[in-house]
């Protein structure tokens, strides 16, 4: 099976479950040069049940040598900046373009299902505030005020995949995943643009919390619905929410850091910030005015449906923060 996007925070961690479950994979890196980090990153487990392929979401040169021979195949790879890109089209072309390439070699190569790593960022932006969780059914308006070039990239690469096998009638199967902000323990000192913010606190270089609200899910969990929508009969043509339980704001974040990490926590900020100190701030900094649109929502979502179709038991949000920091503090952050 084929794991495109193995170099990053999910994908090496669905490349880990599935060597331990005693698969053959292949995963595809941007450059050859990459293999040899993302074997480092991996270890030595079952290593020799891995390659490598050489592809490129903005390119359609390597992807028929990269699903070849695949039953199954996990589209994680998708672009995940730290800040807004100069212009959305960086972001939206290569995550819109690189699914429908994906899908296309798999139908070619008779890949019987794709499950494709969207975002609650394609569920839950660029509406009217509401009272009830949010499920599978929503979408984010990618016209809606305040909506990110991030999370329009997501949600019009995943309606793009959809429009894709409904249309064509004989190509694979699909199944999405759709996480909120995903935390756990890191493996290499290649963070993600989630595990930012926990390396930031830990380390004291926030000059305080602002009043945002993220969902949390564990990497270890994400990867896990990725397996089983992978096989599961029921999974086929269907969205998966990944959220472990309430939205927390970075507070509360902060504040488990401080009660559950002891003296490597003790940089974390108490401080909250109010609101429109973060809004002055962002016409200064372009990644804080990321954040604006979102200052004082309460959003929820459900996992239920993940629960109750593929048995999934994801870890709470407190683990999920802890293993993070903890790995952090392994890794060299220091508070």
């Known amino acids: 099976m084929l794991v495109t996007g193995g170099s990053g925070f999910i994908g090496s961690y669905c490349i880990l479950d599935l060597l331990r479950g005693g698969h053959r994979v292949r995963t595809t890196v941007r450059a050859p040069g990459r293999e040899a980090t993302v074997r480092e990153l991996l270890g030595a487990e079952n290593a020799a049940e891995l390659s490598f392929a050489t592809a490129d979401l903005t390119s359609d040169e390597g992807w028929p040598e990269a699903v070849a021979g695949c039953e199954y195949v996990l589209h994680v790879a998708s672009p995940f900046p730290l800040g807004p890109p100069k212009h959305e089209d960086d972001l939206i072309v290569p995550a819109r373009e690189g699914a429908l390439r994906v899908l296309r070699a798999a139908r070619e190569a008779g890949v019987r299902r794709v499950v494709l790593t969207s975002s609650f960022a394609a569920i839950g932006y660029g509406g009217r505030p509401r009272d009830r969780p949010f499920t599978e059914e929503d979408w984010t308006n990618p016209d809606g005020e305040g909506v990110s070039a991030y999370a329009k990239s997501k949600t019009l690469a995943e309606r793009a995949a959809w429009d894709f096998v409904q249309s064509d009638g004989g190509g694979p199967e699909l199944?999405?995943?759709?996480?909120?902000?995903?935390?756990?323990?890191?493996?290499?000192?290649?963070?993600?643009?989630?595990?930012?913010?926990?390396?930031?606190?830990?380390?004291?270089?926030?000059?305080?919390?602002?009043?945002?609200?993220?969902?949390?899910?564990?990497?270890?969990d994400v990867a896990d619905l990725h397996v089983r929508a992978m096989t599961a009969p029921e999974a086929a043509g269907e969205r998966f929410l990944a959220i472990a339980g309430t939205?927390?704001?970075?507070?509360?974040?902060?504040?488990?850091?401080?009660?559950?990490?002891?003296?490597?926590?003790?940089?974390?900020?108490t401080r909250r910030l109010p609101d429109w100190l973060v809004r002055l701030v962002a016409v200064f900094d372009s990644s804080v005015k990321q954040i604006t649109p979102e200052l004082g929502k309460v959003k929820q979502a459900s996992n239920e449906k993940a629960k109750r179709l593929l048995g999934w038991s994801p870890r709470t949000n407190e683990e999920a923060i802890v293993a993070t920091g903890e790995s952090l503090v392994r890794l060299g952050a220091r508070g």
């Open 175 to 220: 199944a999405v995943v759709n996480p909120v902000g995903v935390f756990g323990p890191v493996l290499g000192p290649d963070y993600s643009t989630s595990i930012q913010l926990i390396k930031r606190l830990i380390e004291g270089a926030m000059p305080g919390l602002p009043n945002v609200a993220f969902g949390i899910v564990d990497v270890r």
């Open 247 to 269: 939205f927390m704001t970075v507070p509360e974040i902060a504040a488990t850091l401080r009660e559950r990490m002891g003296e490597d926590a003790r940089k974390v900020p």
